[in-house]
Antibody, heavy 122, light 107 residues
């Protein structure tokens, strides 16, 4: 079955960077976009961007341009997001319904990681 | 960016009530509209994609409709397990956006 397993919770000082990982299993990693979604405590969902694991192409929300970097390692079916968080939030990775070559109407997030809590504290 | 606005932001309902949530886009998104359910401490769950296609395993009491700029999610008879926060999300643009969410609470 499809699984996305994320790295564990982190505590970071303001201004420091970290990398969150998302290990995929149960499907062909290079065939589906991986997206990242942010959720601050008590707040809504915020789309951050996607990566095409096959080509490495990325697309970031304007708000996060220059502040995040998405990468992937196809040899271990893992996506990464490096970020410099300003505040505490949970970060989710997620996979689309359809393959990269599939119908654009299937562009929705079906499988989700468990979330990674990043706490920013001085 | 395409802005997604949900209404109401929250609502109270009794078990068995019909619940309707509206999502409006700042420009046409044809039917590139998805709905998610999220419970506290959990990852979101996809309910409906392409405006009206029910994801496998989702109960048929959930129904999505609309096209263009106005969409609705209807729960025909809300059940105890449906009390959660619901989000719409557009995938028309290469830059996706979510609505702010609608919290469905027990009356």
């Amino acid at each position: 079955q499809v699984q996305l397993v994320q790295s564990g919770a982190e505590v970071k000082k303001p201004g420091s960077s970290l990398t969150v990982s998302c290990m995929a299993s149960g499907y062909t990693f290079t065939a589906y976009y991986i997206h990242w979604v942010r959720q601050a405590p008590g707040q809504g969902l915020e789309w951050m961007g996607w990566i095409n694991p096959n080509t490495g192409a990325t697309n970031y929300a304007q708000k996060f341009q220059g502040r995040i970097t998405m990468t992937s390692d196809t040899s271990i079916s893992t996506a990464y997001m490096e970020l410099r968080p300003d505040d505490t939030a949970v970060y989710y990775c997620a996979r689309e319904v359809v393959r990269i070559s599939g119908s654009p109407l299937g562009k929705a997030l079906l499988y989700w990681g468990q979330g990674t809590l990043v706490t920013v504290s001085s | 960016d395409i802005q997604m606005t949900q209404s109401p932001s929250s609502l109270s309902a009794s078990v068995g009530d019909r619940v309707t949530i509206t999502c409006r886009a700042s420009q046409t998104i044809t039917t590139y509209l998805n709905w998610y359910q999220q419970k506290p401490g959990k990852a979101p769950k996809l309910l409906i994609y392409a405006a009206s296609t029910l994801q496998g395993g989702v109960p048929s009491r959930f129904r999505g409709s609309g096209s263009g700029t106005t969409f609705t999610l209807t729960i025909s008879s809300v059940q105890p397990e449906d009390f959660a926060t619901y989000y719409c999300q557009q995938s028309y643009s290469t830059l996706w956006t979510f609505g702010q969410g609608t919290k469905v609470e027990i009356k």
